[in-house]
């Protein structure tokens, strides 16, 4: 302990999340290209096990509070109750220890019932992100989602009556076939349903998905651009109206109802991240598990750990990736914040892109830092592409 003018002062402890990837859902959506596989596949035990294994490898390794849990996927509701409850045995222990802020788990419209969310709330759980996706039918055949419009208020309502304060609903926008009128009509009914968190995606055709497939062959017309936009600030325009702020490029939040575990990510704070294809940031090094079942179980067993890449990330690389995820959240680039963190002044280290995108008005500068403007959030794919490359091609900066 540090006893600093007489007094004992504690060390400074500073956000630290866990995220849990459990790589089961239901069946595969088309679009979809994140780690995870149909749960009638393999058997969901072993993997529970070594989940459990490596989350406690690495607590020993890295000991100190959890500040926010998250146990993403894939679809956690999915298992088995029996097999739920399983998964949150050991995260009950780090809950009794120090309360987390926040402990989030994913789930699907049609996938959670009264016993789950009896056994979910008993183990701590305080929010759940639910895959909304569209309160249209027709749009979620084209996503190839599995439940119907209605299962949403019914899973809303099966969650707050085993007291799940908060809530986030995903929708997406830029579906083919969806009209700017559809679209409204899927935020206005999020909204009526009193979630606290609403997260807005434009739908992207990752290589190799069935649905970008579809599109290569001339199977499905993608949304107009234009239209898309449209869609985006009507999202802007329609949730802020009804009282939620807009925090992020894609995240709206009713006052203090913020993702706290996001915004780790989002402010390149540490987290620990277990379970296949899961990623971690820990110390300064970003590192990445095996992305198949099999091979992690496997992989746990031998060694203890499935970690396939990690990098330090320093220099050229840091500045980078701080700057990508800091231009996502409205609060942008902080001057101050950013030179302690990197060493680099964000005003010589992408003073290019600074003069380029200011005089366009896609971005703000204040004596604080820079921030993207509402046009600015429209294009922040061009603008976060432009800081890469000029923090990258710095020759002023170490790679
Ligand atoms: S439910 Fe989510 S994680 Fe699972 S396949 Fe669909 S989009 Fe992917």
């Not at 993997?47 to 996927?73: H, M, S």
């Not at 999020?190 to 062959?217: K, N």
Request: glycine letters at 8%; aromatic letters at 8%.
């Amino acid at each position: 302990m540090n006893m600093v003018s007489g007094s004992f002062r504690r060390p400074e402890i500073g956000p630290r999340g866990l995220y849990l990837h459990i790589p089961f859902c239901q069946t595969k959506c088309g679009y979809c290209d994140f780690y995870s596989v149909a749960v009638s596949d393999l058997p969901t035990l072993p993997l529970i096990k070594a989940v459990a294994r490596e989350l406690a490898n690495r607590l020993a390794d890295d000991p100190g509070p959890i500040t926010t849990v998250f146990v993403g996927g894939g679809t956690p509701t999915v298992l088995a109750t029996a097999e739920l409850a399983e998964l949150m045995k050991p995260l009950k222990i780090i809950v009794d220890r120090n309360r987390p802020a926040e402990f989030t788990v994913e789930a699907n419209p049609g996938t959670v019932d009264d016993s789950k969310l009896d056994l979910l709330a008993e183990a701590g759980v305080d929010r759940i992100s639910m895959g909304a996706q569209s309160f249209h039918r027709s749009e979620l055949e084209a996503l190839e989602r599995i439940h119907a419009p209605d299962d949403i208020p019914k899973g809303v309502k099966t969650c707050r009556k085993h007291g799940v304060v908060r809530i986030n609903l995903d929708l997406i926008f830029g579906i083919p076939g969806q009209t700017l009128a559809n679209w409204r009509e899927s935020l206005r009914r999020t909204i009526y349903l009193g979630v606290e968190h609403v997260a807005c995606y434009g739908l992207t055709y990752e290589p190799g998905t069935p649905l970008t497939t579809r599109r290569e062959r001339g199977l499905i017309v993608p949304c107009d651009d234009e239209l898309e936009a449209e869609m985006y600030l009507a999202a802007m325009d329609d949730l802020e109206a009804a009282g939620y702020e807009q925090y992020e490029i894609s995240n709206f939040a009713r006052p203090g109802q913020r993702c706290l575990h996001n915004l780790i990510y989002w402010r390149n704070q540490p987290y620990i991240g277990v379970g296949p294809s899961a990623a971690g940031y820990l110390d300064g090094v970003r590192y990445k598990n095996v992305s198949s079942i099999e091979g992690y179980v496997h992989a746990i067993e031998r060694d203890g750990h499935a970690v396939v890449e990690s990098e330090k990330l320093t220099g050229a690389a840091l500045a980078g990736e701080t700057a990508m995820l800091r231009l996502r959240l409205n609060d942008g680039l902080v001057f101050d914040e950013f030179l302690r963190r990197t060493g680099i002044d964000v005003r010589d280290g992408f003073a290019k892109s600074i003069a380029r995108y200011t005089e366009k008005a896609w971005l703000t500068v204040t004596e604080r830092g820079i921030a993207l403007t509402r046009a600015g959030r429209l294009m922040a794919d061009t603008v976060i592409a432009d800081f890469l490359a000029e923090v990258s091609a710095s020759s002023r900066i170490a790679p």
